[in-house]
């Protein structure tokens, strides 16, 4: 199965002030673009034809790293751009407010936790909240890794490689890494996952 670029589903200039139209357009048409048309001719001749995502991002990790890469980032930037809408942060869902208070302490706390995985990832990656053993979890992985290859269930996730920044936000990660839980998560497709993951 061929990977495809999905399109954005807001318009490039909606997420502003907080993400521009710019950030977006280079970042999917060009970015995650890359990715697709990268893993697509990585993906021939790999033997994980006809798997699906998901499959080709856990079989190929640590034995094909080209493929795994583009695999990894089309599946992370797939739900990237669902991660996030316009007005988006604010009230977290009844049912996932709760197991965030008992698993992680307060929702105040995964706030902060989240935000120093995204700042303290050295170089580029990504922080996530991830189900793991039946508990959330808040981790952080470099390049194109996810919770997936690390045994868990990726419910939400920050891209803090530059291009998803340095037009807006410069060097500032920390406040771009604000901006994205306070304004930009779309904490309802967040749930969705989570009660999938139950
Ligand atoms: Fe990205």
New binding site residues.
């Given amino acids: 199965m061929a990977f495809e670029l999905p399109a954005l589903p807001y318009a490039y200039d909606a997420l502003g002030p907080y993400m521009s139209a710019e950030t977006l357009e280079y ?1 999917h048409d060009k ?2 673009q890359a990715y697709v048309t990268n893993g697509n001719k990585l993906l021939e001749g790999s033997g994980l034809e006809g798997k699906s995502l998901e499959e080709v991002v856990k079989e190929s990790y640590g034995k094909n790293a080209g493929l795994f890469n583009n695999a990894g ?1 089309h599946y992370n ?1 797939i739900h ?1 751009w669902k991660w996030m809408k316009p007005n988006g942060g604010g009230a977290i869902p009844g049912e996932l407010e709760k197991a965030i208070i008992s698993d992680l302490g307060s929702v105040e706390k995964f706030r902060e936790d989240f935000l120093a995985a995204g700042a303290g990832q050295f170089g580029s990656g990504w922080c996530w909240l991830a189900v793991k053993d039946g508990k959330l979890t808040v981790m952080k992985t470099p390049n194109g890794e996810n919770p997936l290859v690390h045994g868990a269930t990726p419910l939400l996730g920050c ?1 803090v ?1 530059e ?2 920044y340095y037009i807006d936000y410069r060097n500032a990660r920390p406040k771009y890494l604000e901006a994205f839980f306070d304004h930009l998560v779309n904490w309802e497709y967040v749930a969705e996952l989570f009660g999938a993951a139950k």
């Fill in positions: 970042h970015h995650h980032q930037h990237f891209d490689w291009h998803s």
